[in-house]
C-alpha cells in the first residue's frame, strides 16, 4: 500500500512539474510571439532581447530536466522490469542534444544577427554620407546658380549702360548735326554778307569812277573856262558881253558842288552803317566763335567723362576676369568632388558585391539547415511512432507519461515549426535587406548619373556664360573702339570747323581792313577833290575880284 501511494506522489509532482513546464512554455511563447510582433515593427533591433528570453526559457527547462530525470529515474526504480523509462532516457538525451544544437544555432543566428545589423547601420551611414553629398551638391548648384544670376544681372546692368551710352551718343549725334546745320547757316549768312560787300564796293567803285569823270569833266571844263578867260583878257569886251551867261555856270557849277557835297555826305554815312553792320557781324561772329568754343570744352570734357566711364568698364572686364578664373577654380574643385564620389561608387558596388556573396552564402547554409531539421523530424516522427507502440502496452500511468511527453514531443515540434517560421522570417527580412540594398545601391547610381549630369549642365552653362562673357566683351570692346574713332572724328570736324571760323575771321577782317583802306583812299581823293574846289574858288575870286 505504501508503494502506490509513493507512486501517487511521484506522479503528482511529475505533472505539476510538467503543468509548471506547460505554463513556462505557453508564457515564452507568448512572449516570443510578442517579441516578433515587435520586430516586425520595430525592424531588427530587439532581437537581442528575444534571444536573451529564449535563452532563459532554456535556462529553466535545463533546470526542470535533472527534476524530469529524478522523477523518471524513480519511476525506474519502481518499475525495473520495464524497458520505457531506458526509451524515455534516450529520448531525453536525445532532447537534450537537440536543445544544444538549437543554442548553437541559436548563437549563430545571434552572431548574423549582429553582422545584419552592422550591415544595416553601415547602410544608414553610407545614406547618410550619400543624403550629405547630395546636399553638398544642391549648395554648390545653388551658389552656382546665384552666381549665374549674379552674371546675369551685371551683364543687363551693362546692356541698361550701354543703352544709355548709344543714347548719349544720339545726342551727341544731334548735337552735331545742330552745331552742322548752325555752322552751315553761319556759312551761308557769312557768303550773303561777303556778297552784299561786294556788291556794295562794287557800287562804290561805280560812284567812285562816276565821281571821277565828273572830276575830269569838271577839270576840262574849267580849262575851257581858262581858256576863254584867256580870251577875255585879250577880248574884254567879248567878255562883257557873256559876262551874263558866265554868271550863270558859275550858279551852275555851285549847284553842281553843293550836290556833290550831299552825295559825299550820304557816302559817308552809308559807310559808317557799313562799319556799324561789319562790326555787329564781327561780333555775331565772335560770340558763335566763343559758343563753338565753349561746346568744344563741354565735348571735350564729355570725352574725359567717357574716357573715365572706359577706364571703369576696364575695371570691370578685369573684375570679371578674376571672377572667371573663380569659377574655373570651382569647376576644378567640382572635378576633383566627381572623382572622389566616383571612387566612392566604387567601394559601394564592392561592399555590394560582398553583402550578395554573404547572402549567398548564408542562403546554401539556411538551406543545409532545413534540410537537417527535416530528417531530425523525420526521426522524431518514427520516435513516436514506436513511442506509441510501447506505450499501448504499458499502464494508465505510463500512458499518461507517454501522453505527457507526446505533449512534450508536440511541444517541441511546434518550436522547431516556430524556429522553422523565423528561419523563413529571417530568410525574408534577407531578402527584403537585399531588395532594399539593390534598392539604395539603384538610388546611389540615380545620384551619381544626376551629380554628373548637374555638374555637365553646370559646365555646359559656365562655358556659355564665358563664351557670352567673350562675346560682350569683344562688342564692348567694338563699341569702345567705334565710339573712340566717331569722337577723334568729331574732334578733327571741330578742328576744321574752327580751323575754317577762324580763317573766314581772318579773311572777314582782311575784306574789313581793305574796305577801310578804300574808304581812307575815297575820303582822301574827296579831301583833295574839295581842296582843289576851293584852290578854284580863291583863284576865280581872285582873277575875277
Request: aromatic content about 4%; hydrophobic content about 30%; some cysteine.
Amino acid at each position: 500500500m505504501e508503494k502506490p501511494r509513493n507512486d501517487g506522489s511521484h506522479s503528482e509532482e511529475f505533472f505539476s512539474h510538467l503543468i509548471r513546464e506547460r505554463t513556462f512554455r505557453h508564457t515564452s511563447e507568448s512572449r516570443l510571439s510578442c517579441l516578433d510582433q515587435d520586430i516586425r515593427n520595430d525592424e531588427k533591433i530587439e532581437l537581442g532581447a528575444t534571444l536573451k528570453e529564449a535563452e532563459l526559457a532554456t535556462c529553466s527547462i535545463e533546470l526542470l530536466l535533472p527534476l524530469f530525470k529524478n522523477a523518471i529515474e524513480e519511476m525506474s526504480f519502481e518499475n525495473t522490469g520495464d524497458n520505457l523509462p531506458s526509451m524515455l532516457l534516450q529520448n531525453l538525451t536525445d532532447n537534450e542534444s537537440e536543445n544544444i544544437n538549437l543554442k548553437k544555432k541559436v548563437l549563430e543566428k545571434e552572431a548574423y544577427i549582429q553582422e545584419l545589423s552592422c550591415l544595416f547601420q553601415n547602410e544608414k551611414e553610407n545614406t547618410l554620407k550619400a543624403n550629405r553629398l547630395s546636399q553638398a551638391v544642391k549648395l554648390v548648384h545653388e551658389r552656382l546658380q546665384l552666381q549665374i544670376h549674379k552674371r546675369e544681372a551685371e551683364n543687363d546692368k551693362l546692356k541698361e549702360y550701354m543703352k544709355d551710352l548709344e543714347i548719349k551718343i544720339a545726342k551727341w549725334n544731334l548735337q552735331l548735326k545742330t552745331n552742322k546745320d548752325e555752322t552751315t547757316a553761319v556759312k551761308e549768312a557769312n557768303r550773303q554778307t561777303t556778297i552784299a560787300l561786294k556788291k556794295a564796293s562794287k557800287i562804290y567803285k561805280q560812284r567812285l569812277n562816276h565821281f571821277t569823270g565828273d572830276i575830269e569833266h569838271l577839270t576840262s571844263h574849267i580849262r575851257d573856262q581858262e581858256a576863254k578867260l584867256s580870251e577875255t583878257v585879250s577880248a574884254s569886251n567879248a567878255w562883257k558881253n557873256h559876262y551874263e551867261k558866265i554868271v550863270i555856270e558859275k550858279t551852275e557849277l555851285e549847284v553842281q558842288i553843293e550836290t556833290m557835297k550831299k552825295q559825299i555826305t550820304n557816302l559817308l554815312e552809308d559807310l559808317k552803317k557799313m562799319e556799324v553792320h561789319g562790326k555787329n557781324s564781327c561780333e555775331d561772329i565772335l560770340r558763335k566763335l566763343h559758343s563753338m568754343e565753349h561746346e568744344s570744352e563741354t565735348l571735350s570734357l564729355e570725352n574725359k567723362e567717357l574716357k573715365g566711364t572706359l577706364a571703369a568698364l576696364e575695371d570691370k572686364v578685369v573684375s570679371v576676369e578674376e571672377e572667371l578664373l573663380e569659377l574655373q577654380e570651382l569647376e576644378n574643385q567640382q572635378k576633383t568632388l566627381i572623382e572622389v564620389y566616383k571612387t566612392q561608387v566604387q567601394k559601394l558596388q564592392e561592399a555590394a558585391e560582398m553583402v550578395k556573396s554573404r547572402c549567398e552564402s548564408l542562403l546554401q547554409e539556411n538551406n543545409l539547415m532545413t534540410k537537417n531539421k527535416n530528417k531530425k523530424l523525420d526521426e522524431i516522427d518514427e520516435n513516436h511512432s514506436l513511442l506509441k507502440l510501447s506505450l499501448e502496452e504499458e499502464n494508465y500511468l505510463i500512458q499518461l507519461k507517454c501522453e505527457n511527453l507526446k505533449q512534450k514531443l508536440e511541444q517541441m515540434d511546434a518550436e522547431n515549426k516556430e524556429l522553422e517560421k523565423k528561419l523563413a522570417n529571417q530568410e525574408e527580412c534577407l531578402k527584403h535587406s537585399n531588395l532594399m540594398f539593390k534598392e539604395k545601391s539603384a538610388e546611389y547610381t540615380a545620384l551619381a548619373r544626376q551629380l554628373e549630369a548637374v555638374l555637365e549642365e553646370g559646365r555646359h552653362k559656365v562655358s556659355e556664360e564665358v563664351e557670352k562673357m567673350t562675346s560682350r566683351e569683344r562688342a564692348l570692346q567694338t563699341k569702345i573702339l567705334d565710339l573712340e574713332t566717331e569722337l577723334r572724328k568729331k574732334n578733327e570736324e571741330q578742328n576744321q570747323l574752327v580751323c575754317k571760323i577762324n580763317t573766314k575771321a581772318q579773311h572777314q577782317e582782311v575784306s574789313l581792313k581793305e574796305m577801310q583802306h578804300s574808304l581812307e583812299k575815297s575820303e582822301n581823293q574827296n579831301e583833295s577833290i574839295k581842296n582843289y574846289l576851293q584852290f578854284l574858288k580863291t583863284s576865280y575870286v581872285t582873277m575875277f575880284g
